[in-house]
């Protein structure tokens, strides 16, 4: 009997998340989802990120099943390895809303978009260190 050690996830092409929702094409009358006709509507703008609350077109990836989102960073937007003023150092794990905190917290509000929430797995950063305590999505 073989365990198995890897699943497939939807993830978000914007910040790495696995909380990706996918539009229902719903007869409003009928109260049933037309998957025929939906197949040929979808876009970008019909996947959604719950932890960035961006549109996107989602990515799929083969995940260990241990592996889960210990937390959050806010880093640079332009494929630069910045990290966030506010960012203590590129090994500290924030919660979700303290990196939305940061986004907020930024002159002009992050007009020009550069920088981002990123979302971080067990593995991604060696030796972390977790500016928060309990849930990363709180």
Known sequence: MSRKTIRTLWLCSNCGSDRVQQKAWVDLNE?????????????????????????????????????????????????SDD???????????????????MLEDLPGKNLFNEWKLLAIWTGDVEEPTMMFKGDPRK
């Not at 961006?54 to 959050?72: M, N, R």
């Open 83 to 101: 990290i966030h003023p506010m960012m203590a150092g590129s090994f500290c794990i924030y919660s979700l809303s303290q990196a939305k905190e």
């Open 31 to 79: 109260n049933s989802i037309d998957w025929d006709s939906s197949s040929d509507l979808i876009d970008d703008e019909d996947y959604y990120c719950q932890d960035c609350e961006e549109h996107l077109a989602p990515i799929t990836q083969d995940v260990p099943v241990k592996k889960k989102i210990i937390g959050f960073q806010v880093v640079s937007n332009c494929g």
